[in-house]
Protein backbone atom coordinates (compact mmCIF):
# COMPACT_ATOMS: atom_id res chain seq x y z
CA UNK A 1 0.00 0.00 0.00
CA UNK A 2 1.31 3.68 -0.39
CA UNK A 3 0.87 5.94 2.26
CA UNK A 4 1.31 9.66 2.05
CA UNK A 5 0.38 12.02 4.74
CA UNK A 6 -0.20 15.85 4.13
CA UNK A 7 0.90 17.92 7.03
CA UNK A 8 2.46 21.16 8.31
CA UNK A 9 6.23 21.26 8.88
CA UNK A 10 5.23 20.89 12.73
CA UNK A 11 5.24 18.00 14.85
CA UNK A 12 1.35 18.62 16.53
CA UNK A 13 -1.52 16.62 14.66
CA UNK A 14 0.69 15.29 12.33
CA UNK A 15 2.61 13.26 14.66
CA UNK A 16 0.94 10.54 16.36
CA UNK A 17 0.33 9.78 12.73
CA UNK A 18 3.97 9.71 12.01
CA UNK A 19 5.13 7.81 15.16
CA UNK A 20 2.29 4.95 14.60
CA UNK A 21 3.83 4.84 10.79
CA UNK A 22 6.96 4.73 12.05
CA UNK A 23 6.07 2.05 14.44
CA UNK A 24 4.68 -0.37 12.37
CA UNK A 25 7.78 0.38 9.62
CA UNK A 26 5.33 1.65 7.45
CA UNK A 27 7.34 3.30 4.39
CA UNK A 28 5.17 6.91 3.89
CA UNK A 29 6.14 10.23 1.69
CA UNK A 30 6.08 13.15 4.44
CA UNK A 31 4.47 15.82 2.47
CA UNK A 32 5.19 18.92 4.54
CA UNK A 33 3.12 21.69 3.67
CA UNK A 34 4.38 25.37 4.07
CA UNK A 35 2.29 27.98 4.64
CA UNK A 36 2.29 29.39 2.05
CA UNK A 37 1.44 26.90 -0.11
CA UNK A 38 -1.62 25.74 2.20
CA UNK A 39 -4.11 27.85 -0.07
CA UNK A 40 -3.78 25.38 -3.16
CA UNK A 41 -3.59 22.32 -0.98
CA UNK A 42 -6.39 22.81 1.32
CA UNK A 43 -9.02 22.35 -1.50
CA UNK A 44 -7.59 19.33 -1.85
CA UNK A 45 -8.59 17.70 1.50
CA UNK A 46 -11.70 16.34 2.73
CA UNK A 47 -12.73 19.01 5.63
CA UNK A 48 -10.10 22.00 4.42
CA UNK A 49 -8.18 20.78 6.92
CA UNK A 50 -4.60 18.54 7.74
CA UNK A 51 -3.36 15.86 8.57
CA UNK A 52 -5.17 13.97 5.66
CA UNK A 53 -2.90 10.53 4.86
CA UNK A 54 -3.81 8.76 1.85
CA UNK A 55 -3.87 5.13 1.48
CA UNK A 56 -3.95 3.90 -2.08
CA UNK A 57 -4.82 7.33 -3.21
CA UNK A 58 -7.95 7.52 -0.81
CA UNK A 59 -7.59 10.04 1.75
CA UNK A 60 -8.29 9.60 5.37
CA UNK A 61 -8.85 12.33 7.45
CA UNK A 62 -9.50 13.28 11.32
CA UNK A 63 -6.23 12.65 12.95
CA UNK A 64 -7.76 10.88 15.81
CA UNK A 65 -9.11 8.37 13.46
CA UNK A 66 -5.99 8.18 11.31
CA UNK A 67 -4.17 6.86 14.40
CA UNK A 68 -7.50 4.28 15.55
CA UNK A 69 -7.28 3.16 11.94
CA UNK A 70 -3.16 2.31 12.03
CA UNK A 71 -3.11 1.05 15.66
CA UNK A 72 -5.68 -1.69 14.49
CA UNK A 73 -3.08 -2.64 11.68
CA UNK A 74 -0.06 -2.85 13.98
CA UNK A 75 -1.28 -4.41 16.90
CA UNK A 76 -2.03 -1.05 19.11
CA UNK A 77 -5.41 -1.31 19.28
CA UNK A 78 -7.97 -3.27 22.03
CA UNK A 79 -8.86 -6.79 21.52
CA UNK A 80 -12.58 -6.61 21.98
CA UNK A 81 -14.67 -3.34 22.60
CA UNK A 82 -14.10 -2.63 25.78
CA UNK A 83 -10.30 -2.61 25.47
CA UNK A 84 -10.80 -0.33 22.72
CA UNK A 85 -12.80 1.97 24.91
CA UNK A 86 -10.01 1.95 27.67
CA UNK A 87 -7.75 2.99 24.90
CA UNK A 88 -10.15 5.67 23.30
CA UNK A 89 -11.35 7.16 26.56
CA UNK A 90 -7.70 7.69 27.50
CA UNK A 91 -6.83 9.31 24.18
CA UNK A 92 -9.94 11.81 24.58
CA UNK A 93 -9.08 12.41 27.67
CA UNK A 94 -5.54 13.67 26.07
CA UNK A 95 -7.53 15.60 23.66
CA UNK A 96 -9.44 17.44 26.01
CA UNK A 97 -6.16 18.22 27.96
CA UNK A 98 -4.74 19.36 24.35
CA UNK A 99 -7.70 21.49 23.17
CA UNK A 100 -7.72 23.29 26.75
CA UNK A 101 -4.16 24.31 26.36
CA UNK A 102 -4.64 25.45 22.51
CA UNK A 103 -7.87 27.50 23.99
CA UNK A 104 -5.27 29.68 25.81
CA UNK A 105 -2.14 29.36 23.37
CA UNK A 106 -4.40 30.51 20.23
CA UNK A 107 -6.42 33.13 22.70
CA UNK A 108 -5.52 36.41 20.24
CA UNK A 109 -6.03 38.78 23.17
CA UNK A 110 -2.83 39.12 25.19
CA UNK A 111 -4.74 40.39 28.44
CA UNK A 112 -7.75 37.94 28.22
CA UNK A 113 -4.59 35.24 27.42
CA UNK A 114 -2.71 36.41 30.48
CA UNK A 115 -5.85 35.88 32.76
CA UNK A 116 -7.02 32.56 30.98
CA UNK A 117 -3.12 31.28 31.48
CA UNK A 118 -3.45 31.78 34.92
CA UNK A 119 -6.43 29.43 35.44
CA UNK A 120 -4.74 26.74 33.31
CA UNK A 121 -1.60 26.60 35.48
CA UNK A 122 -3.32 26.50 38.56
CA UNK A 123 -6.20 24.56 37.61
CA UNK A 124 -6.54 22.73 34.48
CA UNK A 125 -3.20 21.26 34.08
CA UNK A 126 -2.72 20.06 37.26
CA UNK A 127 -6.68 18.57 37.25
CA UNK A 128 -5.93 16.67 33.93
CA UNK A 129 -2.27 15.22 34.93
CA UNK A 130 -3.50 14.59 38.06
CA UNK A 131 -6.16 12.67 36.39
CA UNK A 132 -3.60 10.70 33.60
CA UNK A 133 -0.95 10.32 36.46
CA UNK A 134 -3.77 7.73 38.58
CA UNK A 135 -4.36 6.35 34.66
CA UNK A 136 -0.66 5.43 33.99
CA UNK A 137 -0.20 4.47 37.48
CA UNK A 138 -3.14 1.98 37.89
CA UNK A 139 -1.90 0.36 33.85
CA UNK A 140 1.69 0.25 35.49
CA UNK A 141 3.39 2.97 33.09
CA UNK A 142 1.32 2.85 30.08
CA UNK A 143 -2.11 4.99 29.69
CA UNK A 144 -4.34 1.84 29.23
CA UNK A 145 -4.79 -2.24 29.35
CA UNK A 146 -1.47 -2.18 31.48
CA UNK A 147 0.25 -2.37 27.84
CA UNK A 148 1.35 -0.60 25.00
CA UNK A 149 -1.34 0.90 23.21
CA UNK A 150 -1.69 3.77 20.46
CA UNK A 151 -3.00 5.47 23.38
CA UNK A 152 0.71 5.82 25.00
CA UNK A 153 2.15 6.71 21.54
CA UNK A 154 -0.52 9.40 20.86
CA UNK A 155 0.07 11.04 24.19
CA UNK A 156 4.10 10.82 23.99
CA UNK A 157 3.72 12.12 20.38
CA UNK A 158 1.68 15.33 21.11
CA UNK A 159 4.01 15.66 23.93
CA UNK A 160 6.33 18.56 22.53
CA UNK A 161 3.65 20.24 21.10
CA UNK A 162 1.31 20.96 24.50
CA UNK A 163 4.39 21.54 26.16
CA UNK A 164 5.14 24.14 23.66
CA UNK A 165 1.68 25.65 24.02
CA UNK A 166 1.65 25.19 27.87
CA UNK A 167 4.68 27.18 28.28
CA UNK A 168 5.97 24.24 30.42
CA UNK A 169 6.86 20.29 30.73
CA UNK A 170 4.23 17.99 31.02
CA UNK A 171 6.34 15.30 31.65
CA UNK A 172 8.32 15.51 35.34
CA UNK A 173 9.16 13.44 38.01
CA UNK A 174 6.04 15.10 40.00
CA UNK A 175 4.30 12.67 37.93
CA UNK A 176 6.31 9.78 37.94
CA UNK A 177 3.97 7.09 36.48
CA UNK A 178 3.22 9.32 33.28
CA UNK A 179 7.25 10.11 32.41
CA UNK A 180 7.31 6.06 32.67
CA UNK A 181 4.59 6.08 29.57
CA UNK A 182 6.76 8.65 28.13
CA UNK A 183 9.75 6.89 28.66
CA UNK A 184 8.71 3.24 27.08
CA UNK A 185 7.49 5.23 24.11
CA UNK A 186 11.39 7.13 23.41
CA UNK A 187 12.69 3.59 23.67
CA UNK A 188 10.93 1.80 21.26
CA UNK A 189 13.54 1.55 18.70
CA UNK A 190 11.58 2.89 15.99
CA UNK A 191 10.53 5.86 17.75
CA UNK A 192 13.79 6.63 18.79
CA UNK A 193 15.17 6.68 14.81
CA UNK A 194 12.21 8.54 14.32
CA UNK A 195 13.00 11.24 16.78
CA UNK A 196 16.63 11.05 15.91
CA UNK A 197 16.01 11.77 12.21
CA UNK A 198 12.75 13.67 11.65
CA UNK A 199 13.22 17.27 10.19
CA UNK A 200 13.68 19.14 13.04
CA UNK A 201 11.20 21.95 13.68
CA UNK A 202 10.25 24.56 16.32
CA UNK A 203 6.86 22.89 17.03
N1 LIG B 1 -10.19 17.39 14.22
C1 LIG B 1 -9.19 17.59 13.20
C2 LIG B 1 -8.11 16.50 13.32
O1 LIG B 1 -7.87 16.00 14.43
O2 LIG B 1 -7.56 16.10 12.29
C3 LIG B 1 -8.59 18.99 13.38
C4 LIG B 1 -7.67 19.33 12.24
C5 LIG B 1 -7.13 20.75 12.35
O3 LIG B 1 -7.54 21.55 13.20
N2 LIG B 1 -6.18 21.05 11.45
C6 LIG B 1 -5.57 22.36 11.41
C7 LIG B 1 -5.66 22.90 9.99
O4 LIG B 1 -5.66 22.15 9.02
C8 LIG B 1 -4.07 22.27 11.72
S1 LIG B 1 -3.72 21.53 13.28
N3 LIG B 1 -5.71 24.23 9.86
C9 LIG B 1 -5.69 24.91 8.58
C10 LIG B 1 -7.05 25.28 8.09
O5 LIG B 1 -8.08 24.99 8.76
O6 LIG B 1 -7.11 25.89 7.02
Redesign the pocket.
Known amino acids: MAYKLF??N?T???EPIRFLLNYGNIKFEDVRIEAAD?PKF?PL?P?????VLEVDGKKL??????CRFLATKMGLAGSNEMENYEIDSAVETV?DLRAKIAAVHYEPNAKIQEEKRKNLNSETIPFYLKKLEEMAKENQGHLALKRRTWADLYFVALGSYMNYMAKMDLFTSKHPYLQEVSINVFAISSIKKWIDTRPKTEI
Open positions: YFIALGWKMLGQGPHQSTAIN
